[in-house]
């Protein structure tokens, strides 16, 4: 009985190891072909083609019906075409093969917000924070919908939150960061940091966006009673085309 129970283990155990490999080279080409439609299909979005592209993608997944990726792309085409119900069914079906994939999740959340249904969106940050509590740039997601829905204690509550969690050195922020910050800090009515970092973002000279800055900063300078920079800062705002 030993003998056999040997025997029969290592038997499974070769037979294991004799197609172990075809699951790799498997699941390897997988991959590629999935890649592969993924590519041809952005091949039209740059071209804004979004019905070419979904043809693509729904082939692919005739193909390989357990693609997240592919699922996910067709989601962001439908989406696109503000077909917002077929782009929900596509996202949901890519977080039901891969719930742990956090960007599955983040497309459904910009879903929510084209339809600006921003209680639902309050709903998935929430659980992204649940999952992940150390992405800061989910409080301040949260925070823009609890704004949408007049919640203003939950949106400064998130805010702040961001703000606590902040790490980033100077030295290595760029300009987004600088402009988001600052907006955080306008909306709290820290208008002193808020000016400071919008003089930073300033600094990065992005000419499509320094009328807006100028402008903002003004309004934190009216606001602290400093009128003559204030003024100085909407003049310029003005000449910018703001």
Sequence with gaps: MVKNNFILFNFSKLCLISIFPFIIYKTIYSEIRTNFYKNEANKFLDLRNYKKAIEILTEGLQKYPN???????????????????KALEDIDKAIEIDPYNFSHCESKAEIYNKMKQYDKLVEIYTKLIEKNPYEIEYFRQRAMAYDELKDKQHAIEDYKKYLSMWSKADD???????????????????????????????????????????????????????????????????????
Excluded: P, W
């Design 67 to 85: 693609s997240d990726l592919l699922y996910s792309h067709r989601s962001s085409c439908y989406s696109s075409l503000k077909e917002y119900d």
């Design 172 to 242: 290595i922020m760029d300009f987004n960061d600088y402009l988001f910050r600052g907006d955080v800090y306008k909306y709290i009515k820290d208008y002193k940091n808020a000016i400071e970092d919008y003089t930073k973002a300033i600094g990065f000279n992005r000419i499509n966006y320094n009328g807006t800055l100028y402008k903002l900063r003004g309004e934190c300078y009216q606001a602290l009673g400093e009128k003559d920079k204030a003024k100085a800062d909407f003049v310029e705002a003005k000449m910018l085309g703001h």
